[in-house]
């Protein structure tokens, strides 16, 4: 008879489960996690690969026993303990390699809570899209490695709110909170797992001395870096994510890059984008525009 243990890997064919399925059954069973979809190297098997700590001890035939509602006799699921080894030093570098990750990985450190369907989402998504917004959606989903989305709504009432809810919703985008400071930015970006697109909706009344600090905080986020400089100092790397901003407002482009940004404009529902040209970068912006 096997030993009892709470260390366990396992893989299970791909077709079978989802993400959301795989998600909620670490979160059901095991204590810590990590898992990935992998494709074989040498028969391109699509599988999930997943390592994980029970919260009890089971011996391999009790949990296979325990999950046989969720992995039904005839599942391609195989599991076997993790190594003593492996176990008592929390490796979890086995599902985390890259050559044959094809999405992943998520650990258990990862998770938040998935937004919820609240009663004006479902209003929402029971209408057809305002022109800007399928152009928002598309662009939520666009690889650019060099230029930030600037939408200048003067009109306001076209649904940015609810069009920014219904993309946390899908997964497709992230939006940050009221921030003013490129320091409140990088710490509120730190502390989630990195997304590919992040959305932010400026405040309306922003100090001028401020809004230097608050675009190069956006624009050290497009290139891909974040920090915390609290406590004890951590920075993080990732993939250049696409980063979409509403203002209210004209911007005040001499405290911008002017070559990172990608202006568009809102006009009866619909966007259309227009160059930063020496016109506009001469215009001068009324005082009562920002707090003094």
Known sequence: MS???????????AEEFDYNSMLKFCREWFAK??????RGSQTGYLHWQVRGRLFTKKRLGEIVASTKELFPEGSSVRWSPTSATVHNGQN??????????????WMDTDYEDPPPLTRQLKGFIAHEFYPWQQQVFEMS????????????????????????????????AWEIPPMRTM?????????IKAKKCYIVDMPRAMKKDKLADFYSGLESLKNGV?????????KRRMDRPQVIVFTNTEPTWDFMSRDRWEVWYMKDKAL??????????SQQFAPETFEA
């Open 92 to 105: 979890f570098n086995y599902v985390l390699k890259a050559d044959t990750r094809v999405d992943g990985p």
């Open 226 to 234: 974040c920090y915390d400089k609290r406590y004890a100092f951590k």
């Open 272 to 281: 259309s984008r227009t160059a930063i040209d020496e016109d506009l970068l």
């Open 33 to 38: 996690y990590a898992f990935q979809l992998e």
């Open 183 to 191: 320091e409140d930015i990088m710490q509120c970006v730190m502390g």
């Open 3 to 13: 030993t009892p243990v709470t260390g366990y890997d396992l893989t299970v064919e």
């Open 141 to 172: 989903q666009e690889l650019d490695d060099r230029s930030i989305k600037l939408i200048i709504d003067t009109e306001g009432n076209a649904g940015k709110s609810i069009m920014c809810e219904y993309l946390e919703y899908k997964g497709m």
